[in-house]
């Protein structure tokens, strides 16, 4: 097997004869540390209990990508990719699998430019490590009349963002940030580099949406850019338990999803508050009146809006201070502070609001955190459902995000995060229950390795499923027909499908 034949020493080797010592950190480098932590965004996976890589390989261009997979090929060392470290389950940077020999490929470290061309279609090439912020920031600064719709924390490395699909405030307008990839360069399974045309449709399918890490690197991707207008707006409006919070958040799921694509209002439920934050791509003056013909019971007037440029709403939505100047969106550094858990659903049918009235009490339970819904539809829900392998599409109406946090001990939070999932089970979607693989949860399942090396399609449908619904199968399908032995792999990464055709 790649783990019993692993050589470290000869993986190392093969790397300093292909590509600048530099790039290469082993457990002895002085910054071999740090490297490792600058981008760990779950302190969970950094203890005396997390296995180490064996080396982190920091490339500045491609060619160092192919050295490390051939490398790791030629002496059976596997990789774990790591673009912004935000992967809820560390599996950028640690393996679950005791004695599993590994080498990190940080693309975070190195390899991070954006370039912008404008013309008639405005794209950009934009590199895995970069983060989105650092994308936002220098797609605005280009033309502050282009966006890209991606997630809102701006330090979420745009490789593992894009591979699994990547919701925004902006989603219902102009989709998924992978519904706007247009080109991708990707290390394969054979250490050659492949552009969409070189690749094939099946796997440029793959890649938008089917997870990280399974078909390969992508070390840059060509992506769409989108119109904003000069001036949007954003509102907050919160309402307490004891102000009718859950009559309004019962309203907001048959408003929000059918709302004008322009207009985004997602909701955190937290302690005894519902907090309403807006994105509307548009001025104040055109959103109140939509505001009090389709959602008058939420009472938002124009003393609400705050109007400012896209990217200032970029940074205002994550840091909620208007001081805060929009150079914070380029700060990559991330708190070990806080250590948490993540689990997903998705809503198909409105949630009665009696039923709400029993949801809102857990937020104030002992380890409680807090919940997240962001509304689909427009654009995002109008996509067929196997055009990519993001299936949660048509008559979805939102997603809902549980996290919990803790400082110390976790185990009211884990207690509470998981007593509440069990919970929410008959009102969200079942058959499969849907996830979401960006928010990554191995409480779902994890991948078996069968006695030949290969990860079993069995157990990887029982994740999978949640994850891709019916894109499953064709995303393990073209693992068989692109990685067979299985090389790119992690505890939930598309097994090869070998079963009859
Ligand atoms: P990371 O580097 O950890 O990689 C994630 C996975 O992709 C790993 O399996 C990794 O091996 C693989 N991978 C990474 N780079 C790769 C590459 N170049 N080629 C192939 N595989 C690669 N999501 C969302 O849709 N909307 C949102 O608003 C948010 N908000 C948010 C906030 C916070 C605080 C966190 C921690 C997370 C989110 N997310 C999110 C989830 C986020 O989209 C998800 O964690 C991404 O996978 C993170 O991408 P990174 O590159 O940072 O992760």
Not at 92 to 105: H, L, P
Not at 363 to 385: K, Y
Not at 405 to 413: F, L, R
Request: aromatic share 10%; hydrophobic share 40%; net charge neutral.
């Amino acid at each position: 097997s790649v783990t019993s034949l692993a050589s470290s020493d000869g993986f190392v080797r093969c790397l300093l004869q292909k590509i600048p010592g530099e790039l290469v950190l082993t457990p002895s480098s002085s910054s071999f540390a740090d490297v490792l932590v600058s981008s760990i965004r779950n302190p969970m996976f950094f203890n005396n209990a997390t296995a180490r890589p064996l080396c982190i390989v920091t490339p500045v261009d491609a060619s160092h990508v192919q050295a490390a997979v051939l490398c790791g090929r030629a002496e059976g060392v596997r990789l774990r990719a790591r673009s912004g470290g935000h992967d809820y389950e560390g599996l950028s940077y640690r393996s679950a699998r005791r004695g599993e020999v590994f080498a990190v490929v940080d693309l975070g470290a190195r390899l991070r430019a954006v370039s912008v061309s404008g013309g008639g279609e405005a794209t950009a090439w934009v590199e895995s490590g970069a983060s989105l912020g650092e994308l936002y920031y220098t797609v605005a600064k280009s033309n502050p009349g282009l966006a890209f719709p991606a997630g809102v924390c701006p330090t979420i490395g745009v490789g593992g963002h894009l591979s699994g699909g990547g919701i925004s405030m902006m989603s219902r307008k102009y989709g998924l940030a992978a519904d706007n990839i247009l080109d991708a360069k990707l290390v394969n399974a054979n250490g050659e580099l492949v552009d969409r045309a070189a690749m094939g449709e099946d796997l440029f399918w793959a890649i938008r949406g089917g997870g990280g890490e399974s078909f390969g690197i992508v070390v840059s991707w060509k992506v769409r850019l989108v119109q904003v207008p000069t001036t949007v707006t954003v509102f907050v409006v919160g309402r307490n338990v004891d102000q009718g919070a859950a009559d309004v958040v019962a309203r907001w799921q048959d408003v929000a999803p059918s709302l004008p694509p322009e207009l985004t209002i997602r909701v955190i439920v937290r302690g005894q508050r519902a907090t309403f934050q807006s994105l509307y791509l548009g001025s104040c003056a055109d959103l109140v009146p939509t505001m009090s013909s389709m959602f008058p019971e939420l009472g938002m007037t124009s003393a609400d809006c705050r109007e400012m440029s896209w990217l200032q709403s970029a940074a205002l939505i994550q840091f909620w201070n208007p001081s805060t100047p929009v150079e914070a969106l380029l700060n990559r550094r991330t708190s070990l502070s806080t250590f948490t858990k993540a689990k997903s659903d998705y809503v198909r049918r409105a949630i009665p609001s009696d039923v709400w009235k029993n949801i809102l009490p857990w937020f104030t339970m002992n380890g409680s955190g807090q919940m997240l819904l962001e509304p689909m539809g427009g654009f995002v829900g109008g996509v067929p459902a196997a055009a990519t392998p993001y299936p949660h599409r048509s008559g979805v109406l939102y997603n809902i995000q549980y996290i919990a946090y803790w400082s110390g001990d976790g185990t009211a939070a884990n207690r509470w995060i998981s007593g509440l999932y069990a919970f929410m089970e008959p009102y969200v979607s079942s058959d499969p229950r849907e996830a979401y693989v960006n928010f990554r949860d191995l409480d779902i399942g994890e991948n078996a390795v069968a006695p030949n090396d290969v990860s079993t399609f069995e157990s990887g449908k029982v994740w999978g499923e949640k994850y891709f619904a019916g894109n499953f199968e064709r995303l393990a399908a073209v693992k068989a027909a692109m990685d067979p032995t299985d090389y790119f792999r992690n505890e939930q990464s598309i097994p090869p499908f070998v079963g009859p055709k």
